[in-house]
């Protein structure tokens, strides 16, 4: 998949000549790696389940060729369908968007229809700077992206915001760019007033809200300070973040001032930390070592490991009835 | 200051075609808003003494003239003067530099080198994205810094990363760019190798980190990933933290994460969150609150307190000894 992107973008700084064709490998290709990865460790961290979508950080949404961009996505969506396919008890996909810097959401909105309509996704991963990292898109309460949710709220699918690779040397990716996305986005939407145009929008923030949670005083005050009501009130019906912080002091306040009732459990399962934290001597992404010491009652632990997902994501919700789940 | 502030920068969008000559008010006047103001909360709070900076957001980066930029810095500076002379006991200075986007750093360093030589600042303000939210710069690691970074050293005075307005309408400025740039820079630290080079520099991050303490977990596992030592050895020899966050969870996590010992107490006075908490009846930006609220063993209070910001500021540290604190 690496080399047909780069085929396929040029090595990233432009669209290519010649129509390169995407990989195509066998199901048990796709079974071998699959469960040597995700299902040797869903099953060793008691994980049913999990929202399988493209590599964020390989979205490419900088380059400004939508016939590349659809190409890709196109690509990567049907690669994702295929592993749910084959464990349709185990992953449920999330499409990526084929987004480009500044370009219409024709396309987006068509592959988006096609993922969930024809290939049975459950979500959407939307990214709130295609440019990767200079941040020339408008704010996501803007009318630029309003023909998109109004097609997320007829298909019922929430969006994860989720920026891709940083091509801005100030931003680390995973370290800088992904974290202040989710910060920059929780913001324009205590800033706008998009849930009242979208009552039904469901916007999920990854990487455990960014600075949200910790900031939570911050964004309180700020919210008196524009004359708005409360976040609580306001955003809590449509917002809701993962649990994808590494420590326990961060699960902690994350429950704390969040609640779990707009908490999904999230382990980033491969994502920006590999390996073994020496500290504690469990796997760094092992989120659910760190909710689990926490005193949760039954109710909360529930929510957050399941209730609230088949909420957010009710494609989702039915899939598991289905399955008897 | 903000007539002249318009005045200098033609409303923010150039140079000004005649020169415009900044307030003076009598030391009266000068008294009289301070006492009214920054005074009044200090005492109400128990604070003997304040680094006093000229106001962040309105240091106006984004405006490409350097002429422009030194006449606006040096009258900031220069009424942070008078009001630390007024005031010897109360108010110590930290400075705006004159940076403009890109610009070269010669003017920075000659009115760095006014405020501690001649007006007896202790610290200043660093901006890391003088753009105004466009991030054109280049990292804090780059060797464009590294002039500003020697002289830094041999006055002994550290910097506080601190962005101003924000021109992109992606980032609120307070809710979203400020604490993007405390993250960002983190991580640019992290990536980087700057104290090896300057073993002496000491960067304060403020608003409690930005979103670092929250994520500590992710800086230490992409620390390890990139091969680095741990942050405590790498970083925190010269990195410290504020206390600026707006709940007590926030407060206890950072003293659990970072430590009291890499942290300067810090109340935003006045700064983005302004009135009183309904839910605490406290002021928002009564940070001591929180603090106290913490059981913090003498040793932790008094470093927080008092002691950690002497040997990070010690030319503030030398001024207290002369007044006999």
């Known amino acids: 998949m690496e080399e047909f992107r780069v085929a396929l973008f040029d090595n990233g700084e432009g669209p290519a000549s010649q129509e390169p064709i995407p990989p195509n490998p066998s199901d048990g290709e796709l079974r071998s790696c699959v469960e040597q990865n995700q299902l040797r460790l869903m099953d060793r961290r008691d994980i049913d389940m999990v929202l399988f979508s493209p590599k964020a950080s390989a979205m490419a949404h900088h380059v400004s060729d939508p016939k590349a961009a659809e190409a890709w996505a196109k690509a990567c969506n049907d690669l994702v369908a295929r592993v749910c396919d084959l464990y ?32 049975g996704f459950v979500g959407t991963n939307l990214n709130p700077d295609p440019s990767g990292g200079h941040w020339t898109s408008p704010p996501l309460t803007d009318p630029y992206w309003f023909d998109l949710y109004e097609v997320l709220e007829e298909l019922d699918v929430p969006a994860m915001v989720h920026v891709s690779d940083s091509l801005n040397p100030a931003f680390h990716a995973l370290g800088a760019h992904y974290i202040n996305a989710d910060t920059t986005v929780f913001m324009q939407l205590l800033q706008g007033d998009l849930f009242s145009r979208f009552p039904r929008l469901r916007i999920v923030i990854p990487h ?118």
Chains 1, 2 share one sequence.
């Open 208 to 325: 455990g809200g960014g600075a949200v949670p910790y900031q939570w005083g911050r964004y309180q005050g700020l919210s008196v300070r524009l004359g708005r009501q409360p976040i609580e009130d306001r955003l809590l019906g449509n917002v809701f973040f993962d649990t994808c912080v590494y420590t326990k002091a961060a699960m902690a306040l994350l429950f704390e001032v969040v609640g779990a009732s707009n908490l999904l459990f999230g382990s980033e399962m491969l994502g920006a930390l590999r390996g073994v934290n020496p500290e504690t001597g469990e796997d760094w992404d092992h989120t659910l070592c760190y909710v689990d010491s926490l005193s949760l009652d039954p109710t909360e632990r529930d929510a957050v490991y399941g209730e609230n997902v088949r909420k957010v994501y009710p494609r989702l919700g039915r899939r598991l009835e289905a399955l008897g789940k």
């Open 88 to 119: 349709p008890s185990r992953f449920a996909g999330v499409c990526q968007l084929p987004q480009t810097p500044g370009g219409g959401l024709e396309g987006c909105i068509a592959e988006l229809r096609r993922c969930v309509e024809q290939l």
